[in-house]
């Protein structure tokens, strides 16, 4: 005997909830009967991301910081320009229409420059002020946000300057809050995010260059269930954990009696999936260095 020498089975969207409905006692019949499901699986998207640490959706992102600027999104944004060339690094841009306004922190192309998140939206079409150079520009294409507020947290941060990493710690909202001069500058050594709709990184000290990159892995949200074709931005260990809490999520529009049964399976299957999905470093615990004092 042979055996099949693939392993590439997945699932696509419609299987998913051709599975789920099975495991409630139900067939599949109606076009509303996908959408609903289809409803509830992005839903159990929602509750993966409360219930901690989904280790596939890490992502590194690298911001170049600017002078006199402290906050940054927590991701990549970016306006669309016909040209970029005459703005400066570090000052504030206006939109005509719009009123838009936000802080350039870097230009990474001639018709592209990195912003903070702008106050307002940018129109396409706009015209856009330099506040300091007085240049100006047209918008190409209306700001797209969706990376940035795909980020659910921050895991760890550090800055680089000339080649060489340096932590950096997390605040917590009222220790930021209490920091007495917040226009202090220097390399900074400390942050905290904002979770906003749009999340903001806020970081301390105000950097006092250029060229620092602030590098920070995010967690961020699972791809959505859009088209029934789909597979499913999970990895291969977490299918069965999928199909149950779909099936559980499904209980409880079309068969409650077994809402009891199928939670009790979504949670297994739940509590075996994160503890695979566990960092395997290993876990060392030093004393403290300090002296009480008497």
């Given amino acids: 005997m042979t055996t099949s020498n693939s392993k590439n089975f997945e699932i696509d969207v419609a299987e998913y909830i051709e599975e789920a409905f099975e495991r409630c006692g139900l067939e599949l019949r109606t076009g509303y009967d996908l959408k609903t499901a289809k409803r509830s699986l992005n839903l159990l998207f929602a509750d993966w991301a409360n219930r901690g640490l989904n280790q596939w959706t890490i992502d590194q992102t690298s ?14 944004l970016t306006l669309s320009v016909s040209a970029s060339g005459s703005f400066s690094v570090g000052e504030t841009i206006t939109g005509g229409t719009s009123a838009a306004t936000a802080i350039i922190t870097s230009k990474p192309t001639s018709s592209s420059v990195a912003t903070t998140v702008p106050v307002g939206t940018f129109s396409s079409g706009e015209t856009i002020t ?13 700001q797209d946000l969706s990376d940035v ?15 060489t990493d340096f932590a950096i710690s997390r605040l917590s909202r009222s220790e930021f809050l209490n920091i007495p001069t917040k226009t202090q500058t220097g390399r900074p050594n400390q942050f905290f ?20 990159i602030l590098k ?20 291969f260990r977490f299918y069965p954990c999928l199909a149950a809490g779909l099936a559980y999520y499904l209980s409880m529009k079309k068969n409650p009696q077994m809402m009891g049964m199928l939670k009790s399976i979504y949670e297994e299957e739940m509590i075996r999936a994160m503890e695979e999905d566990r960092d395997r470093a290993s876990f060392k615990i030093s004393p403290p260095t300090y002296r009480y004092g008497a």
């Fill in 216 to 235: 920070f892995n995010r967690l961020t949200r699972i791809e959505d269930a859009d088209a029934f074709t789909d597979t499913i931005d999970v990895p």
């Fill in 130 to 142: 330099g506040g300091t150079s007085a240049a100006t520009t047209t918008v190409s294409a209306v």
């Fill in 63 to 76: 911001i170049t910081v600017a002078s006199g600027v402290s906050e940054y999104p927590a991701g990549t």
């Fill in 149 to 163: 507020q795909s980020t659910i947290d921050i895991l760890s941060a550090v800055v680089t300057r000339d080649g």
């Fill in 193 to 212: 995010l904002d979770r906003q709709i749009t999340p903001v990184l806020k970081i301390w000290p105000v950097p006092d260059n250029n060229t620092d």
